[in-house]
Protein backbone atom coordinates (compact mmCIF):
# COMPACT_ATOMS: atom_id res chain seq x y z
CA UNK A 1 0.00 0.00 0.00
CA UNK A 2 0.97 3.59 -1.13
CA UNK A 3 1.66 5.12 2.20
CA UNK A 4 3.84 7.82 4.56
CA UNK A 5 6.50 6.57 6.93
CA UNK A 6 8.05 8.35 9.69
CA UNK A 7 10.30 6.80 12.22
CA UNK A 8 11.10 6.69 15.12
CA UNK A 9 6.96 6.85 16.29
CA UNK A 10 8.21 7.81 19.71
CA UNK A 11 11.99 9.94 19.90
CA UNK A 12 13.09 11.19 23.54
CA UNK A 13 16.29 13.71 23.75
CA UNK A 14 17.93 15.38 26.23
CA UNK A 15 17.54 19.45 26.29
CA UNK A 16 20.28 20.94 23.59
CA UNK A 17 20.84 17.65 21.60
CA UNK A 18 20.11 17.65 18.06
CA UNK A 19 17.57 15.60 16.71
CA UNK A 20 16.42 14.27 13.50
CA UNK A 21 13.42 12.73 12.22
CA UNK A 22 12.77 11.10 9.11
CA UNK A 23 9.96 10.79 6.96
CA UNK A 24 9.57 8.41 3.30
CA UNK A 25 6.50 8.27 1.35
CA UNK A 26 6.12 5.80 -1.70
CA UNK A 27 3.15 8.01 -2.90
CA UNK A 28 5.52 9.80 -5.41
CA UNK A 29 3.64 12.86 -4.48
CA UNK A 30 5.85 16.12 -4.99
CA UNK A 31 4.66 18.05 -2.06
CA UNK A 32 5.84 16.57 1.80
CA UNK A 33 4.94 19.10 4.63
CA UNK A 34 6.15 18.94 8.11
CA UNK A 35 3.67 20.28 11.10
CA UNK A 36 3.81 20.27 15.07
CA UNK A 37 1.02 19.77 17.06
CA UNK A 38 0.91 19.92 20.85
CA UNK A 39 -2.47 17.59 22.85
CA UNK A 40 -5.36 18.38 20.67
CA UNK A 41 -4.23 21.86 19.01
CA UNK A 42 -4.60 22.35 15.45
CA UNK A 43 -1.90 21.20 13.42
CA UNK A 44 1.16 23.54 13.03
CA UNK A 45 2.95 23.92 9.67
CA UNK A 46 6.55 24.60 9.97
CA UNK A 47 7.74 24.53 6.35
CA UNK A 48 7.63 22.39 2.86
CA UNK A 49 8.74 21.31 -0.31
CA UNK A 50 7.35 21.58 -3.28
CA UNK A 51 9.81 19.28 -5.43
CA UNK A 52 13.19 20.70 -4.19
CA UNK A 53 11.90 24.21 -3.56
CA UNK A 54 11.75 24.99 0.08
CA UNK A 55 8.72 27.23 1.94
CA UNK A 56 9.49 28.46 5.35
CA UNK A 57 6.42 29.52 7.50
CA UNK A 58 7.26 33.16 8.55
CA UNK A 59 7.28 31.97 12.26
CA UNK A 60 9.01 28.75 12.42
CA UNK A 61 11.86 29.09 14.65
CA UNK A 62 15.85 29.43 13.25
CA UNK A 63 15.94 25.95 15.32
CA UNK A 64 14.15 24.06 12.99
CA UNK A 65 15.72 22.57 9.87
CA UNK A 66 14.53 20.34 6.89
CA UNK A 67 16.18 18.14 4.18
CA UNK A 68 15.08 16.76 1.45
CA UNK A 69 17.43 14.70 -0.76
CA UNK A 70 15.18 12.98 -3.02
CA UNK A 71 11.36 12.87 -3.63
CA UNK A 72 10.82 10.08 -0.84
CA UNK A 73 12.70 11.13 1.51
CA UNK A 74 12.17 14.45 4.32
CA UNK A 75 13.76 15.29 7.21
CA UNK A 76 13.07 17.11 10.33
CA UNK A 77 16.25 18.80 12.07
CA UNK A 78 15.66 20.17 15.79
CA UNK A 79 19.23 21.66 16.35
CA UNK A 80 18.93 22.44 20.21
CA UNK A 81 15.47 20.87 21.39
CA UNK A 82 13.87 22.89 23.89
CA UNK A 83 11.17 21.68 26.25
CA UNK A 84 8.55 23.56 24.05
CA UNK A 85 9.47 21.88 21.35
CA UNK A 86 7.67 18.36 23.03
CA UNK A 87 5.16 17.70 20.87
CA UNK A 88 4.20 14.95 17.88
CA UNK A 89 5.58 15.78 14.30
CA UNK A 90 3.58 15.27 11.42
CA UNK A 91 4.90 14.52 7.89
CA UNK A 92 2.61 15.15 4.70
CA UNK A 93 2.49 14.95 1.15
CA UNK A 94 -0.24 15.84 -1.41
CA UNK A 95 0.68 16.32 -5.21
CA UNK A 96 0.83 19.44 -5.38
CA UNK A 97 -3.30 19.69 -4.81
CA UNK A 98 -5.09 20.84 -1.87
CA UNK A 99 -5.35 16.93 -0.28
CA UNK A 100 -2.67 16.25 2.10
CA UNK A 101 -1.85 12.27 3.48
CA UNK A 102 -0.40 12.52 6.87
CA UNK A 103 2.22 9.87 8.60
CA UNK A 104 1.56 8.46 11.91
CA UNK A 105 3.40 11.01 13.52
CA UNK A 106 7.13 10.91 15.94
CA UNK A 107 6.04 11.82 19.28
CA UNK A 108 9.21 13.94 20.60
CA UNK A 109 10.02 14.10 24.52
CA UNK A 110 12.81 16.36 25.83
CA UNK A 111 14.22 15.80 29.04
CA UNK B 1 -6.67 35.96 12.97
CA UNK B 2 -8.48 32.12 13.20
CA UNK B 3 -9.63 31.47 9.53
CA UNK B 4 -10.70 28.53 10.28
CA UNK B 5 -13.15 27.98 13.01
CA UNK B 6 -14.44 24.87 14.73
CA UNK B 7 -16.74 26.14 17.70
CA UNK B 8 -17.27 23.15 19.60
CA UNK B 9 -14.54 21.52 21.31
CA UNK B 10 -16.18 18.57 22.22
CA UNK B 11 -19.62 16.41 21.39
CA UNK B 12 -21.08 13.43 22.43
CA UNK B 13 -23.72 11.82 20.76
CA UNK B 14 -25.14 8.67 21.73
CA UNK B 15 -24.59 5.22 19.16
CA UNK B 16 -26.96 4.78 16.20
CA UNK B 17 -27.66 8.66 15.93
CA UNK B 18 -26.62 11.33 13.63
CA UNK B 19 -23.31 13.63 14.46
CA UNK B 20 -23.26 16.56 13.06
CA UNK B 21 -19.89 18.60 13.46
CA UNK B 22 -19.62 22.29 12.44
CA UNK B 23 -16.93 24.87 11.02
CA UNK B 24 -17.15 28.36 10.02
CA UNK B 25 -14.39 30.22 8.05
CA UNK B 26 -13.79 33.99 7.42
CA UNK B 27 -11.64 33.62 4.32
CA UNK B 28 -13.96 34.14 0.99
CA UNK B 29 -11.18 32.85 -0.88
CA UNK B 30 -11.03 29.56 0.31
CA UNK B 31 -12.37 27.39 -2.47
CA UNK B 32 -11.67 23.42 -1.37
CA UNK B 33 -12.11 21.92 1.93
CA UNK B 34 -11.70 18.43 4.06
CA UNK B 35 -12.39 16.69 6.72
CA UNK B 36 -9.93 14.92 8.87
CA UNK B 37 -10.35 12.37 11.92
CA UNK B 38 -7.27 12.04 14.42
CA UNK B 39 -7.12 9.34 16.75
CA UNK B 40 -4.76 9.79 19.83
CA UNK B 41 -0.88 8.95 18.90
CA UNK B 42 -1.74 8.83 15.36
CA UNK B 43 -1.46 11.29 12.62
CA UNK B 44 -4.62 12.44 10.81
CA UNK B 45 -6.91 10.53 8.33
CA UNK B 46 -8.49 12.19 5.94
CA UNK B 47 -12.22 11.87 5.40
CA UNK B 48 -13.99 13.83 2.66
CA UNK B 49 -13.34 16.43 1.11
CA UNK B 50 -15.93 19.46 -0.84
CA UNK B 51 -15.00 21.75 -3.65
CA UNK B 52 -16.75 25.34 -3.56
CA UNK B 53 -18.63 24.48 -6.50
CA UNK B 54 -20.89 21.56 -4.99
CA UNK B 55 -22.72 22.17 -1.88
CA UNK B 56 -22.88 18.00 -1.09
CA UNK B 57 -20.64 15.50 -0.90
CA UNK B 58 -21.04 11.88 0.24
CA UNK B 59 -18.98 8.87 1.23
CA UNK B 60 -20.67 5.72 2.66
CA UNK B 61 -22.05 7.16 6.65
CA UNK B 62 -20.25 10.61 6.23
CA UNK B 63 -21.74 13.54 4.17
CA UNK B 64 -20.50 16.88 4.22
CA UNK B 65 -22.45 20.12 3.45
CA UNK B 66 -20.95 23.64 2.35
CA UNK B 67 -23.33 26.80 2.68
CA UNK B 68 -20.93 29.47 0.83
CA UNK B 69 -23.10 32.52 1.49
CA UNK B 70 -22.97 31.14 5.50
CA UNK B 71 -19.30 30.17 4.81
CA UNK B 72 -19.91 27.44 7.37
CA UNK B 73 -19.43 23.24 7.02
CA UNK B 74 -20.77 21.08 7.99
CA UNK B 75 -19.63 17.06 8.78
CA UNK B 76 -22.78 14.79 8.86
CA UNK B 77 -21.77 10.69 10.04
CA UNK B 78 -24.87 8.47 10.37
CA UNK B 79 -25.22 6.23 11.73
CA UNK B 80 -22.56 7.06 14.34
CA UNK B 81 -20.40 4.05 15.78
CA UNK B 82 -17.98 3.72 18.77
CA UNK B 83 -15.23 3.66 16.21
CA UNK B 84 -16.33 7.14 14.85
CA UNK B 85 -14.80 9.14 18.47
CA UNK B 86 -11.78 10.84 17.38
CA UNK B 87 -11.01 14.10 17.12
CA UNK B 88 -12.10 15.99 13.90
CA UNK B 89 -10.70 18.60 12.00
CA UNK B 90 -11.42 20.90 9.16
CA UNK B 91 -9.42 21.85 7.09
CA UNK B 92 -9.56 25.03 4.04
CA UNK B 93 -7.72 26.06 1.11
CA UNK B 94 -7.65 28.14 -2.02
CA UNK B 95 -7.03 27.04 -5.63
CA UNK B 96 -3.57 26.50 -6.12
CA UNK B 97 -2.19 27.12 -3.03
CA UNK B 98 -0.48 24.08 -1.40
CA UNK B 99 -1.44 25.02 2.55
CA UNK B 100 -4.34 24.23 4.43
CA UNK B 101 -5.55 26.03 7.29
CA UNK B 102 -6.62 24.29 9.99
CA UNK B 103 -9.60 24.13 12.52
CA UNK B 104 -8.73 23.59 16.17
CA UNK B 105 -10.86 20.35 16.26
CA UNK B 106 -14.02 19.07 17.84
CA UNK B 107 -13.59 15.94 20.13
CA UNK B 108 -16.25 13.53 19.41
CA UNK B 109 -17.19 10.67 21.74
CA UNK B 110 -19.70 7.81 20.73
CA UNK B 111 -21.88 6.31 23.33
CA UNK B 112 -22.97 2.91 23.41
Known amino acids: DAMVIQNPRYQVTQFGKPVTLSCSQT?????MYWYQQKSSQAPKLLFH???????NEADTPDNFQSRRPNTSFCFLDIRSPGLGDAAMYLC??????????FGPGTRLTVL | DQQVKQNSPSLSVQEGRISILNCDYT??????FLWYKKYPAEGPTFLISISSIKDKNEDGRFTVFLNKSAKHLSLHIVPSQPGDSAVYFC???????????FGQGTRLTINP
Open chain 1, 92 to 101: ATSRGGNTQY
Open chain 2, 27 to 32: NSMFDY
Open chain 2, 91 to 101: AASKRGAQKLV
Open chain 1, 49 to 55: YYDKDFN
Open chain 1, 27 to 31: LNHNV
